[in-house]
């Protein structure tokens, strides 16, 4: 695995337009190479310390979801990846995380360049108050991926057919991404990060926030999205983990209890928090 | 004697309060009946009873005294005055008053003047001791009323509280009243101004003297009373005064909302809240002993004329003044703005600055609007700093270096000093002070009705 | 991607995006630093104005806080003080300690003679001045016959000399000859053996010729505008216009005339090398210190100065070169409050040891007068408490009342909206129209007295009230509900509720808000103008009906005189009241940094 990591960038090249004319089951694909990998990550909030020695390899082209009961530290092992927990002035992480053999916490590395690879949806769909155009193109423009009006036009369409939205939202482009239902708003948020064209996409319970109607659509999507993109996500519903992932971690109290196959760890945990937890004897 | 009143109305309320309450007690302990409200319940029904009516007679008294008794005295010397306007009649009663009260008056008084003084003086005596006792009886009165309807059934806590709740209800009205007060003396003052002088040429004329005026025998009195040059005077500096505050003022707010740390945040506010707290007067001082005459000399040495009383400086120091004000204001509103927007925007990668610009202050766009208009809502009704630091003449240019009035000076001006009340040159500030407080009151309700808009957005 | 990349849609490959990504981030950061320096600049521009202002405003105020006096030894002569010659405090007090305590102050300078010498001597004391030989007199009637040392102000020219040196008295340069005057007193001439006062002489020459050179400014101006009269002359054909024209124009040529000759007879001064040269008040003073004596010089050559005797010499010996200096006071005579006959006495008085400097005790117990000097700001101060009790005595209540009942007790409804409207347009209604408002209703309608602190609280009150109901409303909805709940649980009903649990916890709040109202009231003027709070009043007002002023309009009023020494009394005032203010907001942060997230 640590040879595939110290190689990572030239082989993914390699790959990429390698893995499109074969499109493989989904199971298989699972097991391909480590897109990010986590070793004894500690964050800390001031004096408390919020997870505790994490280490997690992160599949590409694999979906991953973190569950546990809420404060066990998920969201904010998700925030890590992508150092969103930057944000915030008290907290710290220690440790390393790697993408493609890079330590994403190394000075030379840049947020913000990082960010454009590893993209985040949200709780809550927040849209900004542009309109619908506006908030897919935002990514691009402000990156400078796109040179012109028609490579905007373009890469706002192919983003918006990607989240499956177009449909709903090529004769509305211009009004505002606000006046969407809470399910066409995050599924616009999916686009949004689907837009800057990232390597992976960091989901934070993006389903919380909607009806079973728009969830199983963005499950859905969730699927489709495999095919081209690593995704992380959090979620609180275990039987989403169980629909839509290949991987599961189970968080408790800041501790990585267990990290599998979700088969595995659905059917047949090793450790008995896990099981305590998916039988719903707490959580 | 006031001091003896005072005394006796508080002795005669805490006399009702330990009367009521003993006589529930007593009805209590006599029948053996239970109370329905506690005791002190019952004190203070009777001590309300006694106070409420007290004080009524004193407020209603007090404010027509002084009135009616300047109408006694007129009509005591009627063949005084025969032949005299109003305007007169005014500054005869000043000199009565003036001489009752030991001052000094305007020219040496006849003796039915002096006659008329020593009178009012009697009369505001009397009058006093009459308000003083008819209160006192008023409120024993009451008293006696409450004494006699306590009953272990009086349900002496509902009406206490009913009377409380009155008096909450009465005094939220206060602010409706003020604003009615203000309301209707500036369009009744206005209005006598627009009698004499047509409201049109106020409204448009470009012509503003009015201290030709003073006598009305003078010839050319009409005087000129052309709002639009003073109006553009107080647009000049309210302008120049935005344009020192606006940006300062934002970002600040953006740098305190953003990215200070807690620590500077924890410095920042309260020094800036000081700059907020120093008096307008503070600010003239300013304005008129040091930065006026710096901008002068400063001019000077590149070859400007710069007036010692230049829009320029009164601008420059308002607009330090509005910048607390704006900063406050605007970082409230990009406060408000959620934290899921910022996050949003980082997510996909956005610096710091790109999310300020392109997400954050388009979503407090609103809110900082109507931070603004307020903060010109404030610069065109502040008085002191250019009543300092401005010009008198009314000069319709748009060239900072140069003097101009404002409106405000403009009615401090007409209004310090003696002069006789119904003249046009005192009417006039009321005209002003009516078109003052509508434009300030539109911005105002515009600007508050977007900041509610704004804020509701995101509550 | 990959489907994209298939369907030819993409614009940009992975790679691409990520060099594109690279690219842009130089561009990007740069931006970022710029946009943060913005927001640096400005907390540093609104940081230094405050600090300027209260540079500005300290450094002009400090001294005022001093007030300079001078040691007198007065006599007390009986005939004078005592007219019963019963020594009774009666007869004391209509005594005449003018004459006494102008005497002991000529008494200074023995050799000042001459009623308009003394007159300008005497200026330099405060009018104040018998009265405190009065005052010691009346403390102790022992001192009758006697003569005392009284310190005494001085006026407030020579205090701002003693204080600021407005003028200063500088040593020139050094003198290298053996001086000897004429004479001990009057007009007398002074000798050097050296050319000292050579340097004195190129000075005014130097004026001179800058003079000379005005002029010819002068002249180029005037021929611009003949040159312009001349032009308009031939397009002109109205007779009368014509004739200005001429006339304006020969008026110019006369005074071009008029400043040649000038230049020529400066220019001949300028040109001759060791003549006399005759020194005038346009120009800075120059002084000779010699034998205990000071000489203003009127003239000087290189070697010789004429000049008249300021403080009498001792003696008309010789003067070594160590032993006398000539000062200069660079300041114009004309351009100052005090001549140099002044400059010198203080000068010598200072030499002397008479003047001391103590605290200015007057600027915070005297009222308000004409004589900065005598001026002091506890009549306003009075004046602003008065106003401040009527204020709070109103506002507190009302404030209180108006916040529970619409926070707690209003139905929902149009007409609630509208006051809470109404009390939110009149936080923001400019302050001078409440003073409208006041002159109208409270003056005219109901006829309060004028000046009056109870009419000025009345006004203000209407001012500070939406500010305490909107902090009391705010301090209000900060108690949980959960608190109101468990009281009405009990079987309290709604006002015992409110008076018991919800007002005594939400009071801290409440208090904050009203301190800050207190200080905005406290810091208020224009309303205040508009009801005759602006006069001049000398006496400390006793009552909430006497004519009475306030710490800003006091701060107003004297920011309008004229005087130079009411400069550094404004500031002082000033200070005085931003310390107030400055206190009550910090009281206003700790009590709420202190009662605030109880929960």
């Known amino acids: 695995m640590s040879d595939q990591t110290q190689t990572g960038v030239p082989e993914h090249a390699a790959n990429a337009p390698a893995a499109a004319p074969t499109p493989t089951a989904p199971k298989a694909r699972a097991d391909g190479r480590t897109k990010m990998k986590a070793r004894q990550v500690n964050v800390f909030y001031g004096d408390k310390q919020a997870l505790f020695d994490v280490d997690i390899d992160i599949m590409e082209h694999a979906v991953t979801s973190l569950i546990g009961p809420s404060g066990c530290g998920k969201s904010t092992f998700l925030r890590c990846l992508n150092r969103m927990n930057d944000v915030v002035d008290i907290c710290r992480v220690q440790g390393s995380i790697e993408m493609e053999g890079e330590d994403i916490y190394d000075p030379k590395v840049d947020v913000v360049h990082l960010r454009a690879r590893v993209g985040m949806v949200f709780q809550k769909p927040n849209p900004f108050p542009k309109s619908i155009y506006e908030n897919i193109a935002y990514g691009p423009k402000i990156h400078g991926i796109v040179r012109n009006k028609a490579e905007c036009d373009e890469l706002v369409e192919t983003s918006l057919r990607k989240a499956g939205l177009w449909e709903e939202a090529k004769d509305r482009l211009d009004q505002p991404g606000t006046g969407l239902s809470g399910g066409q708003q995050q599924r616009l948020c999916i686009a949004r990060a689907i837009a800057v064209q990232p390597e992976v996409i960091l989901m934070d319970e993006p389903c919380s926030a909607l009806d079973p109607i728009a969830t199983a659509k963005i499950e859905d999507l969730i699927h489709e999205l495999r095919e081209n993109y690593t995704i992380v996500i959090v979620t609180h519903s275990m039987q989403q983990a169980a629909r839509v992932s290949q991987k599961t971690a189970f968080f408790h109290l800041g501790d990585l209890i267990e990290y599998g196959e979700t088969e595995t760890i659905f059917t047949n945990p090793k450790d008995e928090k896990t099981q305590g937890y998916i039988t719903g004897r707490f959580g | ?459 | 991607m990959t489907d994209a990349t298939a369907n030819g849609t993409t614009p940009a490959s992975p790679d691409e995006v990520s060099k594109r990504v690279h690219a842009s981030l130089k561009r990007r950061y740069a931006a970022e630093k710029r946009f943060q320096l913005y927001g640096v600049v400005a907390i540093g521009l609104a940081l230094t104005f405050l600090f300027i202002l209260f540079y500005d405003i300290i450094s002009k105020g400090y001294s005022a806080f001093w007030q300079s006096h001078v040691t007198i030894e007065v006599e007390i002569d009986p005939g004078e003080v005592d007219p019963q010659g019963d020594r009774s405090l009666d007869s004391l007090r209509d005594g005449s300690y003018r004459g006494i305590t102008r005497d002991a102050f000529t008494a200074l300078f023995p050799t000042v003679e001459g009623r308009s010498e003394r007159r300008h001597l005497l200026e330099l004391m405060s009018g104040s001045a018998d009265g405190v030989v009065r005052q010691r007199v009346l403390e102790d009637p022992s001192l009758v016959g006697q003569t005392i040392p009284v310190e005494v102000k001085l006026n407030d020219d020579a205090d701002i000399y003693v204080k600021d040196k407005t003028v200063e008295v500088e040593t020139a340069a050094r003198v290298n000859g053996i001086a000897s005057p004429t004479g001990t007193s009057g007009e007398i001439q002074i000798l050097s053996t050296a050319n000292d006062f050579g340097a004195i002489l190129t000075a005014v020459k130097e004026m001179l010729a800058e003079r000379a050179e005005d002029l010819r400014d002068d002249i180029e101006g005037d021929r611009a505008r003949i040159e312009r009269f001349e032009s308009q002359l031939q397009s002109v054909e109205d007779e009368e216009v014509r004739s200005d024209l001429e006339s304006s124009i020969a008026s110019y040529e006369y005074d071009i005339e008029e400043a040649q000759k000038q230049i020529e007879d400066l220019q001949r001064r300028i040109d001759q090398p060791d003549v006399a040269e005759a020194l005038n008040e346009g120009m800075p003073s120059y002084l000779v210190r010699i034998n205990g004596g000071v000489v203003k010089i009127t003239s000087v050559d290189n070697s010789r100065a004429t000049g008249e005797v300021y403080l009498p010499l001792e003696s008309v010996n010789d003067a070594p070169a160590d032993s006398w200096e000539i000062l200069t006071l660079p300041v114009a005579e004309s351009d100052r409050r005090l001549s140099d006959k002044q400059v010198m006495w203080l000068w010598d008085l200072e030499n002397r040891g008479l003047i001391s400097l103590p605290f200015n005790t007057t600027l915070f117990t005297a009222g308000d007068s004409r004589e900065p000097e005598q001026a002091g700001i506890w009549g306003a101060v009075v004046g602003s408490f008065y106003v401040l009790v009527v204020t709070l005595l109103l506002s507190f209540p009302i404030g209180v009342m108006t916040a529970v009942y619409l926070e707690e007790f209003a139905p929902k409804n149009k007409w609630t909206d509208l006051i809470e409207v109404n009390i939110n347009n009149l936080a923001a209604v400019p302050s001078i129209v409440f003073g409208l408002l006041g002159l109208a209703m409270f003056l005219n309608f109901f006829g309060f007295p004028r000046s009056a602190p109870l009419v000025g609280g009345m006004v203000l009150t209407l001012m500070t009230l939406p500010t305490i109901i909107i902090a009391g409303r705010a301090a209000l909805k900060a108690v949980p509900p959960s608190i109101r709940e468990a009281a009405l649980g009990m079987g309290a009903s709604r006002i015992q509720a409110m008076t018991h649990h919800v007002l005594p916890l939400a009071m801290p709040g409440m208090l904050t808000g009203t301190i800050i109202g207190m200080a905005q009231a406290l810091g208020e003027t224009a309303p205040l103008l508009m009801i005759g709070m602006v006069a001049f009043i000398v006496d400390i007002p006793g009552g909430f009906t006497d004519p009475a002023t306030v710490l800003p309009v006091q701060i107003y009023i004297w920011a309008d005189s004229p005087e130079r020494a009411f400069v550094e009394r404004t500031s002082a005032a000033i200070m005085v009241l931003l310390a107030f203010l400055i206190t009550m907001n910090l009281t206003a942060v700790l009590l709420r940094k202190k009662f605030e997230k109880r929960w």
């Open chain 2, 1 to 459: 004697m006031t001091l003896a009143f005072a005394v006796a109305l508080i002795v005669l309320i805490g006399f009702a309060y330990y009367l009521g309450q003993s006589r529930a007690l007593k009805a209590r302990d006599g029948r053996g009946a239970r109370l329905h409200s506690l005791p002190s319940y019952y004190g203070m029904y009777a001590a309300l009873w006694c106070a409420i009516p007290a004080a009524a007679l004193l407020a209603v008294w007090s404010a027509f005294q002084g009135t009616i008794v300047e109408q006694m005295i007129l009509a005591d010397i009627t063949e005084e005055l025969s032949g005299l306007d109003q305007s007169r009649i005014g500054l005869v009663m000043n000199d009565i008053r003036n001489l009752a009260t030991g001052g000094i008056t305007s020219s040496d008084p006849s003796p039915a003047i002096q006659e008329a003084a020593a009178r009012y003086s009697n009369l505001m005596v009397t009058a006093k001791a009459a308000m003083f006792v008819i209160a006192l009886a008023l409120g024993s009165g009451g008293l006696l009323l409450a004494f006699r309807r306590i009953s272990p059934d009086l349900r002496a806590r509902n009406r206490v509280e009913r009377i409380i709740m009155t008096v909450l209800m009465l005094s939220s009205t206060i602010a409706i009243l003020v604003t009615l007060g203000i309301v209707l003396s500036l369009v009744f003052e206005a209005s006598r101004f627009f009698a004499q002088i047509p409201i049109t040429e106020f409204l448009f004329g470009l012509q503003w003297s009015p201290q030709i005026a003073i006598r009305a025998d003078q010839v050319g009195s009409s005087g000129a009373f052309g709002a639009i040059p003073v109006f553009a005077g107080t647009m000049l500096i309210s302008f120049i005064a935005m344009c020192v505050a606006a940006p300062i003022g934002l970002f600040s707010a953006i740098y305190m909302a953003e990215y200070a740390n807690r620590k500077v945040r924890g410095v920042l506010k309260p020094v800036l809240e000081i700059l907020a707290g120093i008096p307008t007067v503070v600010y003239g001082f300013f304005a008129a002993l040091t930065v006026a005459p710096t901008l002068r000399d400063l001019g000077d040495s590149i070859g400007l004329d710069v007036a010692s009383e230049s829009a320029l400086a009164a601008g420059a120091v308002m607009g330090i003044m509005i910048i607390p004000f704006v900063s406050s204001l605007s970082d409230d509103v990009i406060s408000a703005v959620p934290s899921a927007m910022r996050e949003g925007s980082y997510g996909l990668g956005a610096t710091k600055s790109e999310t300020i610009r392109k997400v954050v202050l388009p979503a407090a766009l609103p809110g900082i609007v109507g931070a603004l208009l307020l903060a010109v809502s404030r610069a065109i009704g502040e008085t002191m700093i250019v009543v300092m630091a401005a010009g008198l003449s009314a000069n319709l240019t748009a060239n900072p270096f140069e003097a101009v009035t404002t409106v405000t000076v403009q009615i401090v001006t007409l209004l310090t000093g003696d002069q006789e009340f119904d003249s046009p040159k005192t009417l006039a500030a009321f005209a002003l002070g009516l078109l003052l407080f509508v434009v300030t009151l539109i911005l105002n309700v515009i600007a508050l009705r977007v900041v509610r808009k704004y804020r509701e957005q995101y509550d």
